[in-house]
């Protein structure tokens, strides 16, 4: 191959770094009203009456919008396939406030210092109500979060909001209890994982304007263009043909920017002003009235064999998705689906749970999207289970693994909100993936610790992790490319970069099949006016599912082209050959620039041009091992994350040094919600850590080694090879992190994140245990 | 009141702006300069990054008043140079950007820390650019850019 599986540079990381006008916020009109949001500074509480009568006077205000005058139609924000897996149990703006910092109102005014005033002068009478906020007393709770009756669930997803169930499901292949009745040896246990904020460098932003042909066009820094642009017509009744959506570059999504956030109320603006208008969330926004991620109680119980076969998995998952059920059901779906066939070879297996409501800020789709909270489940009482067999870790998972060539009955049971897709696995280098890990990390040198003084260990840990490619028979993406005079192609795709680097890695499949440089394949995206349909970037989908689409289209023109030389040539098609310069055969050619312009100004003239679109019929799974070494003081608690080796089998990197920085880039959001991150709430339901200097990220700092390698691996059904890389990355540190600490000093941390003060109290009460 | 100049990318300017407001919106609104970007607005993530007498602060915290007389170089000036050519080189070849919303700050950050140490360790280098934070590479392909720019830039710092 020419171009895929090589390191070439992004199409756009240039005029990037030089400050070019790119996101955004960067395309708002000079003029844009400034739209701002009263938020709520209560849990839960009903607007008994809202006076904004004094923001209406303030000179400056062009519009107030309170719940009164705004269409009552439930939606969700969610932006998924159609009809979404998600409950319609969200309005513009209601009676009710849910959680602190939902909306009350908006305000549009021509400066942000007038919008603040105006938020400041609107006197909004609550009757404060009883929150939800502890969200395993949730289910029957007296206090419900949606009472409203005209809510609803789009198709059957165990929605019953009277007792605050966002989504139910379960799942059991044979009988589980039985079979762990039956195990010699069998480990319980639960685990909790925190509401992860996402932390995108570029705060939730939304632009609007009515254009010359009377359109509304909104600029998104949005994951789900289409989604966006869909959502917006049914909930506000304008025509879809109305509007056109526009994401430019994007500062980061992760999950985040899978929804709409601002766009509800600018197209509101813009719509009943003609004016153009501006919301560019503030940070503490963004901490607090966007999404997080799950958090989730996972009880866990493995039962085993004396020689180390793995008979049973049973696991229950309690999952709070706050105040909306947004992502509710399919991230909790996750958590068993992308986690549990990792062990296929068991002979029962049980998955179910719930998902509550609660006062809390929403949760929403996050990269991992469920399998990070249900693999720190797994892979530590897979771990707990080894040391009660006393059989070494590594050996037992190679012994019950997922292999090359096996299924697991779960992926036909489970899918994301319907039935699964039944698949084999014809790519599963997770063995290659383990013994490379354990090489390069010195395993047999370090397991389980190493002295370094009197107070300091050096520990190792490890987890194996699975993610999936898109979401079969349900998410689509296409692609159209044409050839232009000269023998240069565009490329026009609705796949969604966000800065994963999704043009380049487009732009190279398509290069690839045109046998052509990557500068000439001009890439643009996501513009619902001018590219074909993609459901966005999410689900690990954009790569295996829209690269797949950009392969067909490619190939298509490739042959159009052909067709038109042999034309020219006077010969039958298969008789030509293409270098991607000159067409050939035996004795004449002619060059691509010739028959490109020849087809655009001279002869037999017409526009050469394919487009094509891939839905999958099956989700192959990247596979990781992760190996993690800490240093750790045993006094303390503190501990150093040394080194991170990943040892990945996402098919062919298309691009390595793109896929090295997915899995780096995830492996540190992955360390940051297992070791950084802390979300906390006051007893009345205020996040705490709202701000960057509260919430710690992980730093340059924080971060000493990090080594990242690809095993040698091709799956057929993927564009020259590929499977995803997107969100693996993050899956494996918080497990990889908990049985290195109980490595380290025999601890077994159950909570995210592992901070030093709950290594001390586990220390506390092994040391009493003990005596 | 009177009018506050100063010296933005090798040009004196004066504006008659409140002096209390953000440099990073005088810039990006009066100037339309977009390279700074604002991240959180309180000076923790350092996407609004300038460089100040060739020392790197961040733009959202600092009042037009303090930078009266004094010289300001945005990215989109420092883009124009030499140093600035080697540590695109070194962030491209690396894979150091991905969305690139912290690379402008970034690069401001590289560079004042190599105008300080142009030989900086790993160490060093982490340290160094603890101030601007990026939640898409984790890190590791930033510093291995700055390694590069300073090896293949030698003699610039």
Known sequence: MKTVKHTVPSVDGKGIMMGRKAFTDDFAEADSLVVKVLRSPHAFARIRAIDVSKARAL???????????????????????????????????????????????????????????????????????????????????????????????????????????????????????AV???????????????????????????????????????????????????ILSQTLDVPMQKIRVIKPRVGGGFGGKQALHGEMFVSLVTLKTGK???????????????????????????????????????????????????????????????????????????????????????????????AIQGNFALESAIDMLCEKLNIDPLAFRRKNMIAEGETSPIFEIMGEGTEGTAMNMETCKLDECLMRGKALIGWDDKYPRVKVDEDRYRAVGMAIAMQGSGIPYIDMGSASIKL??????????????????????????????????????????????????????????????????????????????????????????????????????????????????????????????ATDSYVGHKSPPPFMAGFVEIEIDQETGEYDILDYVSVVD???????????????????????????????????????????????????????????????????????????????????????????VYNALGVRINTLPITPERIVHALHTLNKEEK | MKAIEFTLNDELVTVDLQPHMRLLDVLREHFLLTGPKEGCGEGECGACAVLLDGHIVNSCLLPLANVHKRHVTTIEHFSRSKRYQVIEE????????????????????????????????????????????????????????????????????
């Open chain 1, 180 to 230: 762990l009745k039956e195990s010699d040896v069998v480990v319980k246990h639960s685990f909790y994982t925190q509401a992860q904020a996402h932390v995108m460098m570029e705060p939730h932003t939304v632009n609007a304007r009515i254009d010359y042909q009377n359109r509304l066009v909104l600029y998104s820094s949005t994951q789900t263009p289409f989604h966006v642009r869909r």
């Open chain 1, 484 to 609: 232009n005079d000269d023998g240069f192609y565009n490329l026009t795709v609705g796949a969604t970069d966000i800065g994963q680097g999704s043009d380049t890695i487009l732009a190279q499949i398509a290069a690839e099949a045109l046998d052509a440089p990557v500068e000439k394949v001009i890439v643009y995206s996501s513009d619902t006016d001018l590219t074909p349909f993609d459901v966005g970037a999410y689900a690990s989908s954009t790569t295996y599912v829209s690269g797949n689409a950009v392969l067909r289209a490619a190939q298509s023109l490739r042959e159009k082209m052909i067709e038109e030389a042999a034309k020219v040539l006077n010969v039958s098609k298969t008789s030509v050959a293409f270098d991607g310069k000159t067409f050939s055969t035996a004795d004449n050619s002619i060059s691509l620039v010739d028959l490109s312009n020849r087809l655009t100004y001279n002869d037999d003239q017409k526009q050469l041009a």
């Open chain 2, 90 to 157: 070194a962030m491209i070849y690396e894979g150091g950007v991905q969305c690139g919303i912290c690379t402008p700050g970034m690069v401001i950050a590289i560079e004042s820390l190599l105008n300080k140490d142009p030989n900086p360790s790993d160490a060093a280098i982490r340290i160094g650019l603890s101030g601007n934070l990026c939640r898409c590479t984790g890190y590791n392909m930033i510093v291995k850019a700055v390694k590069r720019a300073a090896s293949k830039g030698e003699g610039l710092w």
């Open chain 1, 276 to 370: 153009p208008a501006k919301m560019v969330f503030t940070r503490k926004e963004v901490f607090e009235s966007s999404y997080t991620r799950h958090p989730m109680r996972i009880d866990i119980a493995l039962g085993a064999n004396k020689d180390g076969t793995l008979k049973a998995i049973d696991c229950y998952a309690l999952s709070d998705t706050g105040a909306y059920g947004e992502h509710a059901l399919t991230v909790f779906m996750v958590a068993g689906s992308k986690v549990l066939p990792l062990y296929n070879k068991v002979d029962a297996v049980r998955f179910h749970g719930h998902v509550v409501y609660t006062n809390h800020t929403p949760a929403g789709a996050y990269r991992g999207y469920g």
């Open chain 1, 650 to 740: 996402c098919g062919v990197p298309v691009n390595p040094a793109l896929a090295r920085g997915q899995v780096e880039g995830g492996i540190v959001q992955g360390l940051g919600m297992a070791v950084f991150e802390k979300s906390a709430h006051t007893k009345k339901g205020r996040l705490i850590h709202n701000d960057m200097l509260t919430y710690k990220i992980p730093t340059s700092f924080d971060i000493k080694s990090l080594r990242t390698e690809f095993t040698e691996s091709y799956e057929k059904s993927g564009p020259y090879g590929a499977k995803s890389v997107g969100e693996i990355g993050i899956d494996t540190p918080p497990a990889a992190v908990a049985n290195a």
């Open chain 1, 59 to 177: 000179e400056g205000v062009e519009m107030v919008i309170t719940h009164h005058d705004v269409p009552r139609k439930p939606f969700t924000r969610a932006g998924q396939g159609y009809p979404e897996p998600s409950p319609h149990d969200k309005f513009i703006l209601d009676e009710y406030v849910r959680y602190v910092g939902d909306e009350v109102c908006a305000v549009a005014a021509v400066d942000e210092k007038t919008a603040n005033a105006a938020l400041k002068s609107i006197e909004v009478d609550y009757e404060v109500l009883d929150p939800v906020l502890a969200f395993e007393d949730a289910i029957d709770n007296d206090c419900v979060v949606h009472p409203e009756e005209d809510i609803h669930e789009m198709f059957p997803i165990g929605f019953e909001p009277k007792r605050n169930l966002a989504a139910a499901y379960q799942m059991e292949v044979a009988d589980v209890e």
